[in-house]
């Protein structure tokens, strides 16, 4: 069946842009995770989703960062006014139940801020 | 202390040798763990479930120490193939909530 999904695969924009990540979790999946890595480094936990809520929103690293999930499905992941440090590779993953930790993962997006 | 600390590696190994990693953990109460692999610039994927009992698959087999709070990866008859970067989750969480946390992970090189 379909996997995880994530558009765009590449984006690059310019420092104070905002941009739009969007993850299609695989279908009936009740949770969803994002998780951003930069190169060489280990996978930076953001927010999770138990259907449509966020129960732990401390993951995200400043209030430019914000996500959402409607649906239980398509949830995106929105940073404003993006700087440079936010370059990495934005990872999402869904499970079918929360509490389990078998994750299954997208190709991730590839941002890059100029 | 780490929550969730692997010995980054890398760890090259002759093809066709046996190789073992271990990852620890801080929280007691931990309540499941995994491992997973990750390819240069791919996404993990989630490689094996380590149960209280330990499981095998295959040439892969995973061990869980509560006592001494680690988790252990053991890979058999390694292969080219097997190159890639291991990452131990460990779920915090309690019934009602995820707390997932990943280890930096240990490179695995597997040298012909």
Redesign the interface.
Known sequence: GAGVSQSPSNKVTEKGKDVELRCDPISGHT?L?W?RQSLG???E?LI?F?GNSA??KSGLPSDRFSAERTGGSVSTLTIQRTQQEDSAVY?C?SSPL???????????TRLTVT | RKEVEQDPGPFNVPEGATVAFNCTYSNSAS????WYRQDCR?????LM?VYSSGNEDGRFTAQLNRASQYISLLIRDSKLSDSATY?C?V?E?????????????TRLHILP
């Open positions: 949770a995770y998780y480094q280990g996978l936990f999770y138990q129960p732990d990872l993953a929360w509490g389990v930790g078998e994750q299954y993962f997208g190709p991730g | 309540q499941s763990f995994f791919k996404e993990p994927k989630l479930s990452l989750v779920n969480g309690s019934n009602r909530d995820d707390k997932i946390i990943f280890g930096k992970g």
